[in-house]
T-cell receptor, first 114, second 114 residues
Framework: DAKTTQPNSMESNEEEPVHLPCNHS???????IHWYRQLPSQGPEYVIH???SNVNNRMASLAIAEDRKSSTLILHRATLRDAAVYYCILRVGAGGTSYGKLTFGQGTILTVHP | SQTIHQWPATLVQPVGSPLSLECTVE??????LYWYRQAAGRGLQLLFY??????ISSEVPQNLSASRPQDRQFILSSKKLLLSDSGFYLC?????????????FGQGTRLTVV
């Protein structure tokens, strides 16, 4: 399975933008890039996903490198409620040998300072 | 709308006792279903996933088993619990066969084996 690499931790100040990087150099053409976040004692929450093009939603933006070997989750204005563990995950598209599988790495612990 | 139910929220069990955790999904059909475990301070470990009734893929050899007796029901079991089985257990579902869709997580069961 293609793997992702993220920094163990990052810090930000409230109201500032946050760029969370993810490397996935072994990504295949049918892998989708997903981001989830997990608050303490809760299940993960979907943030955003994309395949090739940059994506925006109400929570965040996803910037995907042209060669798709890396991506960046962008929180435009961090709030204290954004403090969480952020996971970058590759999901196999339909037809892949491991389709359906959803494997999490260690993620990045984001600390937001007031 | 779709919802996922997972119970119980917390559980304390003695070593050697059996375990049964149940997860049900409403509002969708033929979902992918997942069981994860999260040890204290660590990432999510995929234990089992299922892309259909009776189809269970096991990710790691362990003291646990999973079954899918109905389309939207996923059960995690153990005949004899070990201390190392303690952790936060999460059930999740996603639309079958499409890597570009999000996964939805239950609220989790915190299991303590004593």
């Amino acid at each position: 399975d293609a793997k992702t690499t993220q920094p163990n931790s990052m810090e930000s100040n409230e109201e500032e933008p946050v760029h969370l990087p993810c490397n996935h150099s072994t990504i295949s053409g049918t892998d989708y890039i997903h981001w989830y976040r997990q608050l303490p004692s809760q299940g993960p929450e979907y943030v955003i996903h994309g395949l090739t093009s940059n994506v925006n939603n109400r929570m965040a933006s996803l910037a995907i490198a042209e060669d798709r070997k890396s991506s960046t989750l962008i929180l435009h204005r961090a709030t204290l409620r954004d403090a969480a563990v952020y996971y970058c995950i590759l999901r196999v598209g339909a037809g892949g040998t491991s389709y359906g599988k959803l494997t999490f790495g260690q993620g990045t612990i984001l600390t937001v300072h007031p | 709308s779709q919802t996922i139910h997972q119970w119980p929220a917390t559980l304390v069990q003695p070593v050697g006792s059996p375990l049964s955790l149940e997860c049900t999904v409403e509002g969708t059909s033929n979902p992918n279903l997942y069981w994860y475990r999260q040890a204290a301070g660590r990432g999510l470990q995929l234990l089992f996933y299922s892309v259909g009734i009776g189809q269970i893929s096991s990710e790691v050899p362990q003291n646990l088993s999973a079954s899918r007796p109905q389309d939207r029901q996923f059960i995690l079991s153990s005949k004899k619990l070990l201390l190392s089985d303690s952790g936060f257990y999460l059930c999740a579902w996603s639309v079958n066969g499409r890597g570009g869709t999000e996964a939805f997580f239950g609220q989790g069961t915190r299991l303590t084996v004593v």
